[in-house]
């Protein structure tokens, strides 16, 4: 999987019913909030991240272990989830997971008990 994307989860926006509720997700600054989920359930505690805060945007890290992220601040309900992008490479491929209802084990525990909104143009599955 290529990783050359760039989220801009700054603007991502967990909009419930009323602007009132409106709650931003990532600060822009780091990845307080956040944690990582490892690769596998075997995975290296210690392993470097995939992601850096740069200007603003949370960017992929060529050559480095995919890396996902876990919102830790608050379970999140029914929503509308805005997130703004930006990829580098048009064979890019990424993607948000959404209803996953504990912290995952793993990638694979977040793809078996979640839904993947794919970022991929690729037009593959």
Known sequence: MRRCIQIA???????????????????????KGWARIPRHENAPANEPPGFKVEKGLLVSLPDSPEDDLWYTRSKIGNATLRVVYKVSDPKANSGVFIRIPDAPKSEDDAINRGIEVQIDESGDD
């Open 9 to 31: 989860l700054v603007s991502a926006l967990a909009l419930t019913m009323t602007a009132a509720e409106r709650k931003q997700l990532f600060n822009g600054k780091d990845t």
